[in-house]
């Protein structure tokens, strides 16, 4: 039983973490207004210049690793504040961090 409940609740974390992921085009424009689509679907306001130096930081690193998929994810991390990561699925890529994006919780 307790098995049953841990699976069901990593399957709903999944679930929902991967509504605030896409994977990236390349193009800072496009994932710069992917990302501000999704910060305000989780009540965030974050300005197109910050949406465009992420997607800018985005395209980079798509740069980089051309041929391998590039997953972007926004959350809200333990501060209260708004973070993303670009992880590629390249096998000599790492692991990507959490960085900020600059912005304000909606009311």
């Avoid at 999704?38 to 009540?43: L, P, Y």
Wanted: proline share 2%.
């Amino acid at each position: 039983m307790k098995k049953m409940i841990l699976i069901t609740i990593v399957g709903l974390l999944t679930v929902v973490n991967a509504d605030n992921c896409f994977d990236a085009t390349g193009k800072a424009f496009k994932d710069a207004q992917t990302i501000r689509k999704i910060a305000g679907s989780m009540g965030w306001e974050i300005a197109k210049t910050t949406s465009i130096t992420a997607g800018t930081f985005i395209k980079g690193k798509k740069t980089l690793y051309p041929q391998d998929n590039l997953e972007v994810c926004l959350k809200e991390n333990s501060d209260n504040k708004l973070v993303f990561k670009a992880q590629s699925s390249a096998s000599d890529a790492g692991n990507a961090e959490w960085r900020p994006l600059l912005g304000q919780k909606k009311d």
